[in-house]
């Protein structure tokens, strides 16, 4: 037939098709006929990474940033194996990215050939769904539902393993509109399913006296238009809301309404409220344990409404009274319109008291911290970064420990999209890699990797890409020589034998950005921490601006692990009681 | 499953035997991604059966034994939804009245001295010879669990056996309506 094009081509061109402008990958011999038509062409750019678990957050950055899909390409084998991390990230923080992995030639399969692995089996519960394609007249419809599947529902990775062969081999294109996916395979959610549940909520949170908004990372995924109604609705209510570590930015962290991030190391005052409150709605979150606390306390005396696309994280922890299950944008805007129709208005005295009473909880001011002497503070670096960044365009990426808290407490975001953090698997290494995604999606934009001194050395071979690339990432490490949340909690919990949690022999992180011809900064004291910042901002190249901080600050207020909501612990002075510590212990 | 603090309070009903159906497209790694689930999040699956039941529609029909609390297996359910090649799953005890069976096939050690019995007790079970080119003694049995499990309790008593069972499947019992 002369319609017939190779399989590697049939990749570039479903890709070209599903709007794909950037592609983050490494080459290698499995996937070498599809890098060389990468060649030949102009329409899709790649971004060569230098290991391929950066490829995979850069990706994840530059999906949670843009709201597209991230698209990966590497090789079989190692290459694969190399991103499950990623993969599995991706499916906890619920990211669309589809990766495409190479494989041996099918011939070869099962003779345990070079760099062949039973990838499908590895990633198998790490995505959402996989496939190994066989014939090369299906790589199209495949990459269609790949795309789909990505996108729709409660979003997560999605892997197509090819083989060789099949890249090689010659067959038909068929177009994005001429696949039919069985609706089995999607997840439809039906406006009107949920009609009743929905008018019972809204009724129930007419009701409230003391009510609470749980925010989750659900309306994020939503699209703007969603975070737009959720805070529209919340301020017809006129609640109080509180943010997941994902759904930060949903609403305002200057809006009156808000009381900032709950849970583990959330604000007081809103796990105060998420306790005492009596009717609790939460919107795209799921419940996750550094959020509940000890769930036999969590919230007793509340009725739960839970609006979540996923009917898996209904009851699968804390047992509600409301489910609803859908997209949020529709169901909010639903509720908005019945509220609206009902003409609904909370009891102003009781709402009054129940503010009266959080604002109470907000004087304990519980991010207060001992800003003394020109040692800088973590905390006060943090601060220093989002006063002199507020007023310009900013992407925050974060690794995982203390500095990810401390920038959750301290940088205020205004807009959904503008944070990238791994939540669910809470992955170190992730922020560099997922601020160059960010930076690639936004190139004029500001994009500040918040790291700590052990977490930017998992992925900091991503210097050469970020250099090669001309893209100006900042990377502020907040150093202080130690795996600061690991130490932190043998601090609490292991009598303060810190096991392995120094970081010895770290390299000069100056001469280090500087031997990729990147720029280093170094801030010692709080005299030059503005300096630094400030050169940082104007600086159009990639930086490293290594801060020293005070090397055992804690992270608080925090609720230990076996603990309430009501049960914050605001600073070391304060003892979690034995029994719940003893238990507490044996969790994460 | 081990006791913790995260433990959800509420779980207080019984532990119960469920039986599931799980209707499935049949394409490559499909059961891998059902029996996955069930290692991966920690649930039993007591049997498990698996054939392809309409040809034209490629569709196989996946029956799991499991048992746990109805919060748990109510979460098994939603787990097994998330798969993207399942069509539908159904509870059966949840459906009302089901219907089930299980074959067992059961090579069975004749001599002089028990033939008569194994022979009563197979005829009283209707356990059926199946006739094979060696002439050995293996009976199918079919019919519900719990009368494999007497079977087989009986046989044991007279003679060695060697036995090799299906693990029910099941079918809902509800009348449909028939005139399509």
Redesign the interface.
Not at chain 1, 314 to 319: E, L, Q, R, V
């Given at each position: 037939m002369n319609n017939e094009i190779t399989g590697a081509e049939i990749v570039l061109k479903s890709l070209a098709e599903q709007g794909v402008e950037v592609v983050f990958g490494y080459p290698g011999g499995a996937v070498l006929p599809i890098y060389d038509t990468l060649f030949k062409q102009n329409s899709i750019k790649h971004v060569l990474v230098r290991q391929e678990g950066g490829a995979i957050h850069a990706a994840e950055g530059y999906a949670r940033s843009t709201g597209k899909t991230g698209v990966v390409l590497v090789t079989s084998g190692p290459g694969a194996t190399n991103v499950v991390t990623g993969l599995t990230d991706a499916m906890m923080d619920s990211v669309p990215i589809v990766c495409i992995t190479g494989q041996v030639p099918q011939h070869l399969i099962g003779s345990d050939a070079f760099q062949e692995c039973d990838t499908?089996?590895i990633t198998?519960?790490c995505t959402?769904?996989?496939y190994?394609v066989k014939d090369v007249n299906k790589l199209s419809s495949v990459f269609h539902e790949a795309f789909t599947?990505a996108q729709n529902g409660r979003p997560g990775p999605v892997l197509i393993d090819i083989p060789k062969d099949v890249q090689f081999a010659s067959g038909t294109y068929e177009e994005k509109n001429k696949i039919i996916i069985p609706s089995?395979?999607l997840f439809e959610p039906s406006p009107d399913f949920e009609k009743n549940k929905i008018e019972e909520a809204v009724e129930l949170i007419s009701k409230a006296k003391k009510p609470i908004f749980y925010i989750g990372g659900g309306c994020i995924n939503s699209g703007p238009k969603a975070s737009k109604l959720v805070r529209e609705f919340i301020n017809m209510v006129g609640s109080p809301v509180t943010m997941t570590l994902m759904g930060l930015g949903v609403v305002g962290s200057s809006d009156k309404n808000s009381l900032g991030m709950l849970g583990m190391h959330g604000m007081y005052e809103a796990n105060m409220a998420m306790h005492e409150c009596d009717v609790m709605i939460n919107i795209g979150a799921r419940f996750d344990?550094r959020v509940?606390g000890?769930?036999?306390a969590f919230s007793p005396n509340s009725k739960k409404i839970h609006i979540d696309i996923?009917?898996?994280n209904?009851?699968?922890?804390?047992?509600v009274d409301v489910p609803i299950i859908g997209d949020v944008k529709q169901v909010v805007e639903k509720m908005i319109l019945i509220w609206k129709d009902k003409k609904y208005k909370i009891h102003t005295d009781s709402l009054k008291l129940w503010w009266d009473k959080i604002n109470k909880w907000k004087e304990v001011d519980c991010l207060n911290y001992n800003n003394e002497g020109k040692q800088i503070k973590p905390q006060y670096a943090v601060q220093r970064l989002y006063e002199l960044t507020k007023n310009t365009k900013t992407f925050i990426t974060t690794e995982v420990g203390q500095h990810q808290m401390w920038a959750a407490q301290f940088y205020k975001f205004e807009e959904p999209n503008r944070w990238l953090t791994s939540g669910g698997l809470g992955t170190m290494g992730y922020g560099f890699p997922a601020a160059i995604g960010a930076q690639v999606g936004h190139p004029d934009a500001l994009v500040v990797d918040i790291a700590g001194d052990a977490s930017i050395l998992m992925n900091i071979q991503e210097m050469s890409t970020a250099v090669q690339y001309r893209l100006p990432v900042k990377i502020f490490i907040l150093n202080n020589e130690y795996m600061g949340m690991v130490r932190q909690w043998q601090e609490l919990l292991h009598g303060g034998r810190y096991s392995e949690s120094y970081t010895d022999s770290l390299p000069d992180f100056v001469k280090l950005a500087e031997s990729y011809k990147a720029v280093g900064l170094r801030a010692k004291t709080t005299d030059d921490l503005d300096n630094v910042i400030n050169q940082m901002i104007e600086t159009k190249n990639t930086v490293i601006a290594d801060i020293w901080v005070t090397k055992e600050e804690n992270c608080f207020p925090m609720i230990q692990s076996?603990s309430a909501h009501n049960e914050m612990m605001l600073s070391k002075d304060q003892k979690q009681d034995k029994k719940?510590a003893e238990?507490?212990k044996?969790?994460v | 499953m081990n006791k913790s603090v995260y433990a959800s309070p509420d779980q207080v009903s019984e532990t119960k035997r469920h039986i599931l159906t799980v209707l499935v497209d049949n394409e490559p790694g499909v059961l891998a991604r059902v029996i996955g689930m069930f290692s991966g999040r920690g649930y039993n699956i007591d049997s498990l059966n698996v054939a392809e039941v309409s040809n034209d529609e490629n569709i196989s029909r996946i029956t799991i034994v499991t048992h746990g609390t109805s919060e748990v297996v109510s979460q098994i359910e939603k787990q097994l939804l998330r798969i993207v090649p399942v069509h539908s799953v159904t509870n059966l005890d949840q459906e009302g009245s089901s219907v089930e069976a299980e074959v067992a096939l059961i090579y069975i050690y004749i001599s002089e001295t028990n033939k008569k019995k194994v022979y009563q007790l197979c005829d009283l079970y209707r356990a059926r010879k199946i006739e094979n080119e060696n002439n050995t003694t293996i009976f199918e049995i079919a019919g519900a669990s719990e009368r494999v499990n007497r079977f087989i309790k009986e046989i044991n008593e007279i003679t060695k056996v060697e036995i090799v069972r299906s693990g029910p499947v099941a079918i809902s019992s509800i009348k449909k309506n028939e005139e399509e």
């Open positions: 499908t089996g198998r519960p959402k769904h996989n190994l599947i089995h395979r344990d509940t000890r769930l036999d996923d009917e898996s209904i009851n699968k922890t804390i047992n076996g719940s238990k507490g044996i969790l | -």
